[in-house]
């Protein structure tokens, strides 16, 4: 099992989708659950994922369950069959893995289970997952995935150059931003350009916001405040000088850090708390 992990927007179900298209000709069973976050709210939801489960993989489109646990051990009843290709996009907690797929050994052999998360606690469910960090795009390929949705093709017009350096310098590989910002100037003029730039220092565009919010909306109020006060003031400083900035406010740094840390919200490296600029 493969656990795929990154911040909002940084392109981790496309990975999925891609290995997912690649692969699923090899497996006579396999299964795509999208959006798993979404639709597991309740054990309602969570059961109709069960249920999705097993009716691809079984190819019976008539399955009913009664209940999670039923589910749990209807699935792994079927560890005999023929081996399976499973994806499971956008798990936001352990659980949710224990109920879907807690182990490869529940299906046949050569079995290949992947999921995306943007939890890295994910990781931790069993020892046997691997794990893959979802990173921003170099500037080669950014530069290119920003040009096919701002002039559909795969470079930008000559009196556009130094704008679209100005937009990836604001995106820093994440492919969401280059998709959204790419679209929303695609047959501007350049004086329109430079105005969605200038706004970009102040207010971010929406449907990046809107994604990346996702992540803040599950925290807990004391690392809430934790990760805005490092939006605000804390980026890029050592992480034992923020920790006892932090502890003097009577916070829990080594929590609220590892909290944050695990959501992929900022990360830390050398000892220096890092954190992407579309998050400011």
Not at 5 to 29: E, P
Not at 137 to 165: G, I, M, R
Not at 171 to 198: C, H, I, M, N
Request: glycine content about 6%.
């Amino acid at each position: 099992m493969v656990g795929i992990y990154g911040l909002g927007g940084i392109g981790k179900t496309t990975i999925a989708k891609v290995i997912y298209n690649d692969l699923s000709n090899q497996f006579k069973h396999h299964s795509f659950l999208e959006n798993v976050k979404e639709r597991s709210k309740d054990d309602r939801g969570l059961l109709q994922l069960q249920e999705k489960l097993l009716c691809d993989i079984l190819m019976d489109k008539t399955m009913k369950l009664s209940n999670v646990d039923e589910g749990v051990q209807m699935i792994k009843s079927r560890r005999y069959l023929e081996k399976v290709l499973i994806v499971l996009d956008d798990v936001d907690c352990p659980k949710k893995l224990r109920f879907l797929a807690d182990s490869r050994n529940w299906f046949g052999g050569g079995s290949i289970i992947f999921f995306t998360t943007r939890n890295k606690r994910c990781l931790n469910v069993n020892k046997a997952y691997s794990s893959y960090e979802a990173k921003g795009l170099a500037k080669k390929k950014a530069l290119e995935l920003f040009s096919w949705n701002a002039f559909k093709q795969h470079h930008p017009t000559d009196n556009y150059v130094d704008l679209c350096n100005r937009v990836l310098h604001y995106a820093k590989g994440l492919p969401l931003a280059l998709v959204v910002l790419g679209s929303s100037l695609f047959q501007r003029d350049e004086e329109y350009w430079e105005s969605t730039l200038d706004r970009l220092k102040t207010i971010p565009l929406d449907d990046i916001q809107k994604v990346l919010q996702v992540s803040y909306d599950g925290l807990d109020d004391r690392c809430k405040k934790v990760f805005l006060d490092i939006v605000c003031f804390f980026k890029d400083w050592g992480e034992k000088t923020v920790t006892k900035i932090l502890e003097g406010c009577r916070f829990h740094p080594k929590i609220e850090l590892k909290e944050l840390d695990d959501k992929c919200l900022i990360s830390i490296s050398d000892g220096f708390i890092r954190m992407h600029d579309s998050l400011q």
